[in-house]
């Protein structure tokens, strides 16, 4: 099979014809062997627009999704970003060499193991103990604030929690559903809130620990 012809395919039919054209995101997602990311059984599928099942009932979101995210974080060099629900790494892999530092939260174990071993060759990446609406679970441990926090769900108001852990100014990303479509959202976080905004249409994976009201509503 020709992953390389797939990428190829998948740049110029899924990112370029949906806006996402910045050139080192597309030259990352034509690099970045996707099928890696997924299960044996999915790796003829791993560059087809739908989501793929991962682990359990987990799902990785289409290629398009991750070329949206990128866009939205718009990195400059010097990030600190959080990513809550990595899964396999494969956007962590794409916006690490991107970035300063990155700090990885998987709650899936099978996920997070995946996760170890495909992230193996990055020196930026931290992985932390943590969940879907706390974030990391040693209260004592420094950590900072954070540019940007990823929550790679869908949430229906974000956690305050996590909201907590942004800095002034930073952005806070994650999807929504409104009962019809689901979407990406970025909040820029002001005067201690962060208000969410609807920017694509996107499928984003639905889980039980956020499917209920966790924090402030936008």
């Not at 054209?21 to 044996?40: C, H, Q, Y």
């Not at 398009?64 to 396999?88: F, W, Y």
């Not at 441990?141 to 229906?156: C, H, P, R, T």
């Not at 990303?173 to 920017?199: M, R, Y």
Request: charged share 20%.
């Amino acid at each position: 099979m020709n992953y390389k012809q797939m990428r190829t395919a998948m740049v110029n039919s899924q990112l370029r014809t949906c806006d996402v054209n910045t050139p080192w995101i597309l030259d990352a997602m034509s690099k970045l062997p996707r099928e890696e990311f997924v299960g044996e059984a999915q790796r003829e599928f791993a560059y087809m627009d739908r989501p793929l099942k991962v682990s359990g009932d987990r799902m990785m979101a289409p290629p398009i999704v991750a070329g949206q995210i990128l866009t939205r974080i718009a990195p400059s060099g010097g990030e600190k970003i959080l990513i809550i629900g990595g899964g396999s790494g494969y956007v962590a892999a794409l916006i690490a060499p991107q970035i300063f530092n990155l700090h990885f939260i998987e709650p899936d174990a099978d996920l997070l193991a995946r996760a170890k071993d495909n992230l193996s060759g990055f020196d930026n990446i931290t992985f932390v103990d943590g969940d879907w609406t706390t974030g990391p679970h040693d209260k004592n441990a420094d950590f900072g604030e954070y540019d940007v926090i990823l929550l790679d769900a869908v949430a229906q108001k974000a956690p305050e929690a996590l909201a907590a852990l942004l800095k002034d100014g930073g952005k806070f990303i994650c999807g929504n559903d409104d009962g019809a479509t689901t979407s990406l959202c970025v909040g820029i976080k002001a005067g201690g809130q962060v208000k969410l905004v609807p920017k694509d249409p996107a499928y984003m994976p639905f889980i039980d620990a956020l499917s209920e009201p966790a924090g402030f509503t936008f």
